[in-house]
């Protein structure tokens, strides 16, 4: 199939040219190719190509960020996804959209499957929202991928930051605010890919099996390594947090199994490979 990567230099886009492109006719575009926030241009772009499949993994993703400028945020994350949208509807193609967990408010006490009603607590969450509805609404033939807390080859990554924080000041500081399945990029491009392969559109939750907080998570991380350092809970704001995040969200990834037939791997076997693959290069 020939596939459009749009976001492709980005954390997941990477990993999804590199998984995807072992098997398929790859379109790796970023913002030097194009814009999704140019309607027309974006429309002209993909109606040239008339790719089998879109995904569209563009975004404005920090947090932080999103709260201070909401405009940018709602012109990627919502208007640029519409934009994807119709592209996808007007050439052809099937579309994915990667959503997140930060649709929920995360006061669930229980999973969250497909159908349970979002309720975003900041401009990140409320502009993937619409960007989601936007890429159902628009293209019948839509995928919408929802995920969480990815960690991937790339600068600064989650990982790395935990390892970093150990080298440098002896001990990692990480809050216990909030619970999520932590995914490797590389488990959800395999993910995407099976799923591409069913024709089966619609939403699913995709993300690693189990949950933990971000203490928890370094805590893993500094074993695997073989590191001693000792991991120190602090207050979320300590951290330099002010977007309100959910605090327990974890999503259901039942239908993604029933309609694949793959089961995503636990988070910490993510970690593992993740280093294995980190320590080659
Ligand atoms: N990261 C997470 O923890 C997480 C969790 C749940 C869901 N997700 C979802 O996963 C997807 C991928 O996220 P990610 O972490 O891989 O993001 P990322 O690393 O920030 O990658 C996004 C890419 O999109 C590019 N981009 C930004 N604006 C664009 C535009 N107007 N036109 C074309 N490209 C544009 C970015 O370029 P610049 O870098 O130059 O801006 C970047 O290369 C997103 O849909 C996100 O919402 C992520």
Not at 41 to 49: K, N, Y
Not at 56 to 63: I, K, Q, T, W
């Amino acid at each position: 199939m020939k596939i459009a990567i749009i976001g492709a230099k980005g954390m997941l886009g990477r990993e999804l040219c590199r998984v995807l492109g072992t098997q398929h006719e790859l379109l790796a575009w970023d913002i030097d190719e194009i814009d999704i926030t140019d309607r027309a241009r974006t429309i002209d772009l993909l109606a040239a190509e008339r790719p089998e499949v879109i995904i569209n993994s563009a975004v404005f993703v920090d947090l932080e960020g999103c709260e201070t400028n909401p405009d940018k945020a709602w012109r990627i994350n919502a208007v640029g996804a519409q934009n994807l949208a119709l592209a996808a509807q007007q050439a052809g193609s099937a579309l994915v959209y990667i959503s997140t967990d930060y649709i929920f408010d995360g006061r669930s006490e229980v999973d969250y499957d497909e159908v349970a009603q979002p309720n975003p607590l900041n401009q990140y969450g409320r502009s993937k929202l619409a960007g989601e509805r936007f890429s159902l609404q628009i293209c019948p033939h839509t995928y919408s991928v929802r995920t969480a807390w990815l960690f991937g080859h790339v600068p600064n990554n989650y990982v790395e930051r935990v390892l970093k924080a150990a080298e440098k000041d002896g001990v990692v500081r990480m809050p216990v605010d909030q619970l999520e399945s932590p995914t490797y990029t590389g488990h959800l491009a395999e993910a995407i890919l099976h799923l591409i392969a069913t024709g089966a559109f619609g939403v699913y939750n995709t993300t690693s099996l189990g949950y933990c907080t971000r203490a928890g998570f370094a805590q893993f991380v500094l074993q695997q390594a073989g590191r001693s350092e000792p991991v120190e809970i602090v207050e979320a704001s300590a951290v330099g947090r002010k977007a309100k995040r959910p605090s327990r969200v974890v999503l259901d990834c039942r239908l993604y199994q029933l309609v694949t037939g793959q089961t995503l791997p636990q988070w910490q076997q993510g970690v593992k490979e993740y280093l294995a693959k980190a320590s080659q290069t």
